[in-house]
């Protein structure tokens, strides 16, 4: 399987603080996204990262890639209660199109 | 605009019948997928297409087909459905511009097969 995992699977912190969770993937790759997905709804796409890329930032989002430990990080800092929700990486497949969704990370933001 | 459509949102069904989820995109994307997703096991792709009248297996495509009769409709049908296909179901439209590809999701639908 192609499948990345993220870690943690869960994390809890208060509003304000930072929170960094972490994707690791098994195979080459053109490009790395990270989606958002609040409880009960689909998902909706934050960031992505291309593989000549190393750091990127967007608002509160700080995304970093190693492609030698094919791993990613994603920060979000000052949380809010409203960041509560689980975080995917994705990373593309062979023809660019098909995407392979890591495991994902539950965040929960305490106000 | 709608985006990716997915209907119905809510569906149980009894094991060995059948049924068609529906999806529609509106924005003219040649790529659409779909993927399940299970508890501690991310989403994981079922079936995908590359434009109307081309389809391909993914990760996961035992148990289901596909077509792709239009751009804009990619129906998934389960022929005898399963309890081990209880799943959250997500269509998905995506487009490739400058090097890199972005995907347009539905709201899912909740499968239940008792």
């Known amino acids: 399987s192609q499948q990345g995992e993220e870690d943690p699977q869960a994390l809890s912190i208060q509003e304000g603080e930072n929170a960094t969770m972490n994707c690791s993937y098994k195979t080459s790759i053109n490009n790395l996204q990270w989606y958002r997905q609040n409880s009960g709804r689909g998902l909706v796409h934050l960031i992505l990262?291309?593989?000549?890329?190393r750091e990127k930032h967007s608002g509160r989002l700080r995304v970093t890639l190693d492609t030698s430990k094919k791993s990613s990080s994603l920060l979000i800092t000052a949380s809010r209660a409203a960041d509560t929700a689980s975080y995917f990486c994705?990373?593309?497949?062979?023809?660019?199109?098909?995407?392979?969704f890591g495991t994902g990370t539950s965040l929960t933001v305490i106000p | 605009n709608a985006g990716v459509t997915q209907t119905p949102k809510f569906q149980v069904l009894k094991t060995g019948q059948s049924m068609t989820l529906q999806c529609a995109q509106d924005?003219?994307?040649?790529?659409m997928s779909w993927y399940r997703q299970d508890p501690g096991m991310g989403l994981r792709l079922i079936h995908y297409s590359v434009g109307a009248g081309i389809t391909d297996q993914g990760e996961v495509p035992n148990g289901y087909n596909v077509s792709r009769s239009t751009t804009e409709d990619f129906p998934l049908r389960l022929l005898s459905a399963a309890p081990s296909q209880t799943s959250v179901y997500f269509c998905?439209?995506?487009?490739?511009?400058?090097?890199?590809?972005?995907?347009?999701f539905g709201q899912g639908t909740r499968l239940t097969v008792v």
């Open positions: 994705a990373t593309d497949g062979e023809t660019g199109n098909q995407f392979y």
């Open positions: 998905a439209s995506s487009y490739f511009r400058q090097g890199y590809t972005e995907a347009f």
């Open positions: 990262i291309r593989s000549n890329e």
């Open positions: 924005m003219n994307h040649e790529y």
